[in-house]
């Protein structure tokens, strides 16, 4: 495979921006062995933005020959007050990501705890300071949206270290490629400011797109407040949800007739369906059109937007594909023992 297939692969969707095109492609023209990173907050079940949309991205960069990290950020969720601050349950629940990312994503991934790293990288805190030195609190405060915060918040300080961290994350891991929800822009542009001053090597920075909640958008422009969320669980669809509760919960999605734009059914045909099964076939009964295989996003959306097609099949359907592209992730986890425990500790119901 050569470069300009490489780029491809990761340019395309649902990568959404890429800090800079040019320095990506500089990267991948080179012989040198590229180091890929993804910082996941470890903070109650996965569902298909967490999964599926990071699991295809992550497919796409080991198809390309990078080296991939998932970083399992056990401290960054402690400090951020998740699951109760309970590290043995944030631990055990960072399992079960492994074996969700492995399940979906096949080999070529290597996974690394925040303990892990912080054990092994001698300077680690050292370097913090160094960082801390190039930042003033106006600045930090302003990157604080990473960690899902706010800073009219009331924080503990701890949470004014979590943008410092995650950065110095990068440069501890000999990052090449920072790769991350369009949420965690704010934390790799940072990186790219100020790792220059430092002497440290500047990382490419890819985003990719962030799958909407099931709930009608908010009038809050800042996407991360409508993106799919576990603390919204009415408006996510979960790995470990049955087939009854997927539907169940599509049923209810805001999808009116006719709107495209901003309907999270459509958003996960088009970023999920799509991609992964290449078409999306539409099922009806007779008197109302009958089956109609659709191969493409486009025609699909011409359809609903010319209301030839009812919300209620677009849902049903839609369920059946989701059911389906989950199912031998969703068998891992609900067999699980511990797992099914732990979700049931932390308010989650798991169906068999």
């Known amino acids: 495979m050569n470069a300009e297939e490489k780029y491809n692969l990761i340019a395309r969707e649902p990568t959404e921006e890429i800090v800079t095109p040019e320095e990506l492609k500089k990267l991948l023209e080179s012989d040198s062995s590229i180091k890929h990173y993804i910082g996941l907050e470890i903070s109650g079940p996965l569902h298909l933005g967490s999964l599926l949309i990071v699991g295809m991205k992550l497919k796409d960069f080991v198809q390309a020959g990078i080296k991939v990290t998932v970083f399992l950020a056990d401290w960054h969720s402690y400090i951020n007050e998740k699951l109760g601050k309970d590290l043995e349950k944030i631990k055990a629940v960072a399992e079960s990501y492994k074996k969700a990312f492995s399940a979906f994503v096949g080999p070529g991934l290597n996974f690394m705890y925040g303990s892990e790293l912080y054990e092994s990288y001698r300077s680690y805190w050292e370097d913090l300071l160094k960082v801390a030195t190039n930042l003033n609190l106006t600045r930090v405060s302003r990157t604080l949206t ?44 940072l990186a790219r400011d100020i790792f220059p001053k430092m002497g440290w090597k500047v990382p490419v920075a890819v985003h990719h797109h962030l799958l909407p909640g099931l709930q009608k958008p908010s009038e809050v422009k800042d996407e991360t407040f409508s993106k799919m969320s576990k603390s919204k669980p009415s408006g996510a669809i979960f790995i470990h949800d049955s087939y009854s509760q997927i539907k169940e919960k599509l049923q209810r999605a805001w999808c009116p007739p006719g709107i495209v734009e ?14 992964i099964k290449g078409e999306f076939l539409l099922k009806r009964e007779p008197k109302y059109g009958g089956d109609y295989l659709f191969k493409d996003f486009n025609e699909l959306s011409e359809a609903y937007k010319n209301s030839k097609i009812h919300p209620f099949d677009l ?15 969703r068998e891992t986890l609900v067999n699980d023992e511990d797992y099914v425990k732990i979700m049931e500790s932390i308010g989650f119901r798991i169906e068999k």
């Open 315 to 329: 849902k049903t359907s839609t369920a059946d594909y989701i059911y389906e592209i989950i199912k031998p992730v």
């Open 262 to 275: 901003g309907n999270p059914v459509m958003e996960i045909i088009k970023y999920i369906i799509m991609p």
């Open 146 to 189: 990473v960690a899902g915060r706010d800073e009219k918040e009331e924080l503990t300080f701890a949470q004014f270290i979590y943008p410092l961290m995650q950065i110095n994350d990068i440069h501890a891991l000999d990052v090449d490629i920072a790769h991350g929800g369009t949420d965690q822009r704010k934390a790799h542009m």
